[in-house]
């Protein structure tokens, strides 16, 4: 099977699951109802999914990840300061998310059981490093994973945040997440602090890249 037909059939069979989702949880079930809803056409989803529920998981991480560099390849990003360019990327991937919030809720729930929590932190490494790659970051070493390590704890704490929040047009969210941002520019100030809990990250972002490269492209 093409590489882009994969794709598609993976994200039309993801599509077709989410509404499930709501009623079923992160499921077999949920999967299995999307999978119906798609009729004659449905793809096969232990062909596209052989990781089982966890993959799933991980391509709406994907799926999230490219509709919002679909999005940031529209601005002009040049223009702006880095602490803007951040808030854009982390905006942007909260507009994408308002049609998925319930189901997000329930794969937030699914990620927290036990044995899953590296889907989650993979997740996560992701759509940071998407993120950073696209507002044209070129750092290496130890300043790669700062960054990468202080977006997470920003992108993840807004995200619970941004569930919670009920305010109009979600401005509570926005308050947070700027807030969020200043203080995580003050680098020189937490840098031993920093360095302490990027020791905790380090090694799964390291994982999480052999593991890209090594990945299959897909069926043929």
């Known amino acids: 099977m093409p590489q882009q037909k994969f794709t598609e059939d993976r994200d039309r069979l993801l599509l077709a699951m989410l509404p499930h989702v709501l009623f079923d949880g992160w499921s077999k079930k949920a999967l299995t109802a999307g999978q119906n809803d798609l009729d004659g056409d449905a793809p096969d989803a232990q062909l596209l999914y052989p990781g089982g529920l966890k993959e799933v998981a991980k391509n709406f991480g994907e799926y999230m990840d490219r509709q919002?560099?679909?999005?940031?390849?529209?601005?002009?990003?040049?223009?702006?300061?880095?602490?803007?360019?951040?808030?854009?990327?982390?905006?942007?991937?909260?507009?994408?998310?308002?049609?998925?919030?319930?189901?997000?809720?329930?794969?937030?729930?699914?990620?927290?059981?036990?044995?899953?929590?590296?889907?989650?932190?993979?997740?996560?490494?992701?759509?940071?490093?998407?993120?950073?790659?696209?507002?044209?970051?070129?750092?290496?070493?130890?300043?790669?994973?700062?960054?990468?390590?202080?977006?997470?704890?920003?992108?993840?704490?807004?995200?619970?945040?941004?569930?919670?929040?009920?305010?109009?047009?979600?401005?509570?969210?926005?308050a947070f997440l700027d807030r969020r941002i200043a203080d995580v520019l003050k680098i020189p100030k937490f840098q031993s602090k920093i360095e302490r809990r990027l020791k905790q990250v380090i090694a799964p972002l390291r994982r999480l890249q052999r593991r890209a490269l090594a990945k299959p492209l897909g069926p043929s």
């Open 68 to 174: 919002m560099l679909a999005e940031l390849a529209e601005l002009d990003l040049e223009k702006m300061p880095v602490r803007e360019k951040i808030a854009t990327g982390i905006q942007i991937r909260l507009q994408l998310l308002v049609p998925y919030r319930e189901p997000l809720r329930r794969l937030l729930t699914f990620l927290a059981l036990p044995g899953n929590h590296f889907t989650g932190m993979q997740i996560t490494a992701q759509t940071v490093d998407t993120i950073w790659h696209a507002i044209g970051d070129t750092s290496t070493d130890f300043n790669y994973y700062t960054k990468r390590g202080l977006l997470a704890g920003v992108y993840g704490s807004t995200i619970l945040y941004w569930l919670a929040d009920n305010s109009d047009d979600f401005a509570d969210t926005q």
